[in-house]
């Protein structure tokens, strides 16, 4: 079939439309659609054959269709990738979601300024808490923390769980000294009262280590170096009271 290329004049158009739909409306939109076909595909009215038409039909509800499924599978891929972000037990990001968070900050802070910091928290004697109330009442005392920590941070901030009894926080805007204020307050948080287990109450004891988000460092080199202060600081703690750990 040979393609012309057809000119159209706009006004001309639209007074034709609204002529066809005062006269026969119903004649109109079949009218109306013919032209806007033809339009699309550049070809005469004339060579818009009713084959032509119910081919053209067919495909835009493939189209449509289409469309339909991408919409879904988009869908999928989203509750996927939120599945995957997401720590087994606690309602926090796991440690794979928490590094990219983690390398946006440091990409931010290069290309905007502004300072941001890392806590790093850890939580003694977890071992003592899994054996005298076992792994259930170790694991309501995971969920417990991650649920304190998610309550004493802004919006704008991120927590995540590292990794068995290991929590990290991303504070937004927040220099050195600012976050040690914070990370002093989130383990207090922590430990303002004991966790129940079944029928028994765990106390929670916290350490915590905190770093600067330099611009553009990377994130496990920025998490060993706060990863590194929280060690610091429990060999410190149990210089000073051997029973802490």
Same mark, same amino acid.
């Given at each position: 079939?040979?393609?012309?290329?057809?000119?159209?004049?706009?006004?001309?158009? %639209?007074?034709?439309?609204?002529?066809?739909?005062?006269?026969?409306? %119903?004649?109109?939109?079949?009218?109306?659609?013919?032209?806007?076909?033809?339009?699309?595909?550049?070809?005469?009215?004339?060579?818009?054959?009713?084959? %032509?038409?119910?081919?053209?039909?067919?495909?835009?509800?493939?189209?449509?269709?289409? #469309?339909?499924?991408?919409?879904? @599978?988009?869908?999928?891929?989203?509750?996927?990738?939120?599945?995957?972000?997401?720590?087994?037990?606690?309602?926090?990001?796991? #440690?794979? /979601?928490?590094?990219? +968070?983690?390398?946006?900050? /440091? $990409?931010?802070?290069?290309?905007?300024?502004?300072? &941001?910091?890392?806590?790093?928290?850890?939580?003694?004697?977890?071992?003592?808490?899994?054996?005298?109330?076992?792994?259930?009442?170790?694991?309501?005392?995971?969920?417990?923390?991650?649920?304190?920590?998610?309550?004493?941070?802004?919006?704008?901030?991120?927590?995540? #769980? @590292?990794?068995?009894?290991?929590?990290?926080?991303?504070?937004? *805007? $927040?220099?050195?000294?600012?976050?040690?204020?914070?990370?002093? &307050?989130?383990? $207090?948080?922590? +430990?303002?009262?004991?966790?129940?287990?079944?029928?028994?109450? /765990?106390?929670?004891?916290?350490?915590?280590?905190?770093?600067?988000?330099?611009?553009? &460092?990377?994130?496990?080199?920025?998490?060993?170096?706060?990863?590194?202060?929280?060690? *610091?600081?429990?060999?410190?703690?149990?210089?000073?009271?051997?029973?802490?750990?």
């Amino acid at each position: 079939m040979k393609v012309s290329s057809v000119n159209i004049d706009p006004l001309a158009a %639209v007074r034709r439309r609204l002529a066809l739909k005062a006269a026969a409306p %119903v004649e109109a939109v079949a009218r109306t659609q013919a032209a806007d076909s033809a339009a699309f595909l550049g070809v005469s009215e004339m060579e818009l054959t009713p084959s %032509v038409q119910s081919a053209l039909t067919r495909l835009l509800a493939e189209i449509d269709e289409l #469309r339909v499924e991408v919409g879904r @599978l988009h869908g999928q891929l989203n509750e996927a990738e939120g599945l995957a972000d997401q720590d087994v037990l606690t309602p926090l990001i796991n #440690r794979r /979601a928490f590094l990219r +968070e983690l390398s946006r900050t /440091a $990409a931010f802070a290069q290309r905007y300024g502004g300072p &941001a910091a890392l806590i790093y928290l850890d939580l003694d004697g977890f071992k003592a808490i899994n054996d005298r109330f076992g792994h259930a009442g170790g694991d309501a005392v995971l969920r417990e923390v991650a649920q304190r920590l998610a309550s004493h941070v802004r919006e704008s901030d991120v927590v995540g #769980r @590292l990794g068995g009894d290991e929590f990290a926080v991303i504070l937004a *805007q $927040a220099d050195l000294p600012a976050a040690h204020a914070k990370a002093e &307050a989130l383990r $207090a948080a922590i +430990e303002s009262e004991a966790i129940a287990c079944g029928d028994w109450m /765990a106390p929670v004891r916290a350490t915590y280590g905190v770093a600067a988000i330099e611009p553009g &460092a990377g994130a496990e080199d920025i998490l060993a170096v706060a990863d590194r202060a929280m060690y *610091q600081a429990k060999r410190k703690a149990w210089r000073e009271d051997p029973k802490t750990g």
